[in-house]
């Protein structure tokens, strides 16, 4: 049984704060463990990558053999069906569609000074994307990395997907196609992470990485942080689902478990203002794990990391969700905008009981890469930003440098930088020496 907790209880605090531990991702084994696979990337390069493959993914490899050739692809893509490939077009145009409204403006504009100051967005040059596939394999997290790397204008994507086996699901090849990826690697976790940080003999390094991950991978991408820039924390997947009693308590049980089948280390909650309708919802799931193909996972998922929570009312359920930060946050309630005004940290928000947050997985255009761990308090789901730079831009005239640049000369006197001074003061001795060159 997951935790069943009333904001009434006395020890509601404690063992809410213990539900908050965050001990199911941020590990001190799992960070050492990567520590060293990182060192051991950077020190051997390929053969380090090769030998993590065969001992993680059970797949032994030759240099040559880290990417998947054009015509491994070629063969793979042949065994998507015509229903696959309709499923993962629709999916790749819905996402295209949102994430094009994204693309930020480049702005200039001339002050009453005379300076023309703006700013200009520009892609980075190489990104690492990060396709999940130890316990599953996520086509769909290929083109919620690669669509808006697109949209950005990245010259240079590189995917890395673990194959566990040597087993390559081919929706996964098909996907990168139609997102216009073509350098794939079959190698996951933290070696994958340094791999596209640091780079091998084999796969040139990168310069961001993004794309979801289990704990291993989060806590990678957490230490090459600086050696490249990365979009998140997106590690194991959560859900917080508010809802009122007028509701399904299966299809509340079966939003709960489609996050908890995703990885034991997965959180699933939910808050309700009815503690009849909590009770229904853990039958419902009761029942739902007996069958459920990956009941192993969401069933330890559930019992570890679960918890269903009674509350006096939606704005205390609000005020809960704001500590939680979740990934995902379901709004089954009769007025969901009302509430979601109320609900300020969270990666994606699912309004109203016709929205499952499996549509937000595949279909529904936002992105499905989001930040998890709390993280949602501080950071955002993945975006068309995350793969541009903003570089600002500003161009003096001689009367611009005139009116504003004895501030800074005495800006630059109070924090005895002098040579920043004599920049700024050198030109104005000219524009002395030569009236004319102001106007
Ligand atoms: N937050 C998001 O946006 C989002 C989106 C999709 C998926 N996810 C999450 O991604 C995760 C996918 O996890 P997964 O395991 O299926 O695939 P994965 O590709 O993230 O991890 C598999 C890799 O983990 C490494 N690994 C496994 N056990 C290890 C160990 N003991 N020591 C060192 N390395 C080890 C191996 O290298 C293996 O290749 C899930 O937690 C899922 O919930 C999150
Ligand atoms: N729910 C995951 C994000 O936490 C994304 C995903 C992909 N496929 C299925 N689900
Ligand atoms: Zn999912």
Redesign the pocket.
Known sequence: MPQILATTDADFETRFADLLSMKREDSPD?DA??AQ?IADVRERGDAAVID??A???KLDLAPERLAFSASEIDALCALVTAEERAALDLAAERIRAYHVRQMPQDAKWTDPEGATLGWRWTPVSAAGL?????????P??VL?NAIPAKVAGVPRLAIC??T?NGQANPLVLMAARIAGVDEVYR??????IAALAYGTQTIAPVDKIT????????AAKRRVFGKVGIDM??????ILVIADADNDPDWIALDLLS?AE??E??QSILITTDAAFGTAVQEAINKRLQTLDRREIAGKSWQVNGAIITTRDLTEAAALSNRIAP?HLELCVADPEALAKDCIHA?AIFLGQWTPEAIG?YVGGP??????ARSARFSS??SVMDFLKRTTMARMTPAALAAIGPAAEALASAESLEAHGLSVSARLQRLNDSPKKTG
């Open positions: 799992v463990a990567v696979i993590l493959t001992k993680f993914d990060y396709v999940p596939g130890g316990l599953a394999s996520y769909s997290s919620m997907v673990p566990p190698i996951g976790g933290a070696q994958a794309g979801p991950g289990n704990a291993f991978v989060a924390i997106a590690g194991p997947s959560e996050q995703h990885d280390s997965a990934e990666g997985d992105n499905h890469v989001l930040p998890t789901g993945l």
